[in-house]
């Protein structure tokens, strides 16, 4: 809980607020625990054909974005970077069962890609601009 902290004014959307120690320990208060996925190479990263890469990505993809309709993955992409991590989301769900829906990621069995899930706490309702 934060009991000291100078106010803090700002403009968002037109309205004036401000950030004080009751705002802070408001947002606080509604946070809840979601999954945060990180999506890394796999050991098997360059032993794929084009071809099958390609219907390996299809997969991968219909995957995502069949537990982005069923409400559990709120938020996914991947790094534009060309480095280990891959990609990352952001669940709606237990790092058990995370981990069990990865599991069935063609590209997670394929080993292109690993998993590394860590609870993440979050304010419910924010979400990517437009």
Do not use: C
């Amino acid at each position: 809980m934060l009991t000291t902290n100078p106010k803090i004014n700002f403009t968002h959307e037109g309205t004036a607020m401000a950030v004080t120690p009751d705002y802070i320990n408001a947002q606080i208060a509604k946070m809840k625990t979601y999954t945060l996925l990180l999506l890394k190479s796999g050991p098997n990263r360059g032993n794929y054909t084009n071809d099958e890469l390609n219907n390996l990505q299809a997969g991968h993809l219909k995957h995502i974005f069949e537990m982005k309709l069923s409400g559990k993955l709120s938020i996914v992409g991947p790094l534009l970077s060309n480095g280990n991590l891959r990609g990352i989301g952001i669940f709606n769900a237990s790092e058990e069962e995370v981990t069990q829906l990865m599991a069935e990621d063609p590209s997670v069995k394929a080993g292109l890609l690993t998993v590394e899930t860590h609870p993440w706490l979050g304010l419910p309702g924010d979400a990517l601009p437009e």
